[in-house]
């Protein structure tokens, strides 16, 4: 064999071997940071909110203890407001909200997810298994409840909420602000973010990485992530659903609601705001986003 021809095969086999074991360590690298997101523990209820507020607690269909605050408004409506907060974050994250909702007449209810704050669990899986925790706190709300349940999220937490809604009986509405519409695709923006590459990379060159690491997940810690699919739900589900964006979203652009709307046109509406950032659209009118998140649900006061 000509040398130069030897010496090219060999050059190509390193650069395969080094491909495939850079895919093998990127892709066990980004299963951990996705299923072991930063924990941050909520503290004591905020003194802002002037009521009183109840520790409550539930066991998850895996035993995982699950544990929330739950508020009763000072003139309830006969409502009651789940709110589902983002990844990395708390219960505590969503209290801006809760003043709301409180305010408007609506008993809340503020769960940490799992593997966040206090709640149980080792891992998150964006929906995997935390739709039917939703749909157990909505079961234990329900004696509390004499007119409609809704849930609100914001990120991971919309995610949640689209994908709970599918699974939850008895739901009369949803707003999901800044929602992935498949943890695939939040997956390419995630390498793309990381890499500065844009979304070229992920879905060529370094999609093996990508589905490595749902492998990974798969195999160690036995849960198929390709399953956190709010799109696959809201298709699904008939719960009418607000779905929230900002045109400066660069954390989950906002192509993921726009795709989440084409899926569920029959029974969602998409509100676009202009300039705002990740779950920023209370920021940049604050009386707009009530008027529409609380008008979304006076206007859907019956469950399905």
Do not use: K
């Amino acid at each position: 064999m000509n040398p130069w021809v030897r010496a090219g095969a060999r050059i190509a086999a390193m650069i395969a071997a080094v491909y495939v074991t850079a895919s093998l360590v990127a892709g066990a690298t980004l299963a951990q940071l996705a299923l072991h997101p930063e924990r941050r523990l909520p503290p004591a209820p905020p003194a802002w909110l002037h009521a009183p507020v109840d520790d409550v607690s539930i066991r998850a269909a895996d035993g995982v203890p699950l544990r929330a605050w739950y508020i009763d408004a000072a003139h309830p409506n006969g409502a009651a407001v789940i709110l589902l907060h983002g990844m990395a974050d708390s219960r505590e994250g969503v209290g801006g909200y809760a003043f709301t909702f409180l305010h408007n007449g609506y008993n809340v209810l503020l769960p940490d997810s799992r593997a966040h704050g206090s709640g149980g669990g080792a891992i998150a899986t964006y929906g995997v298994l935390e739709r039917d925790d939703v749909r157990r706190w909505a079961a234990w709300l329900r004696p509390h409840t004499p007119g409609c349940e809704y849930l609100f999220g914001e990120s991971m937490g919309a995610a949640i909420a689209i994908q709970a809604s599918a699974v939850t009986p008895g739901l009369c509405a949803v707003v999901a602000e800044s929602a992935f519409a498949t943890f695939r695709e939040i997956a390419n923006d995630r390498i793309a973010q990381f890499t500065g590459l844009g979304l070229w990379f992920p879905r060529t060159l370094g999609a093996p990485a990508r589905e490595l690491a749902f492998l990974y997940a798969d195999v160690r810690f036995h849960v198929d992530l390709t399953g956190a699919s709010p799109l696959a739900a809201i298709r699904q589900s008939r719960v009418p659903t607000l779905l929230i964006c900002g045109t400066a979203d660069d954390n989950i652009p906002m192509r993921h609601s726009q795709e989440l709307f084409r899926a569920g046109a029959s029974h969602s509406e998409l509100w676009i705001v202009q300039g705002a950032r990740h779950t920023g659209a209370a920021n940049v009118n604050p009386a707009e986003f009530e008027r529409r998140v609380v008008g979304w649900f006076e206007q859907h006061n019956r469950p399905l």
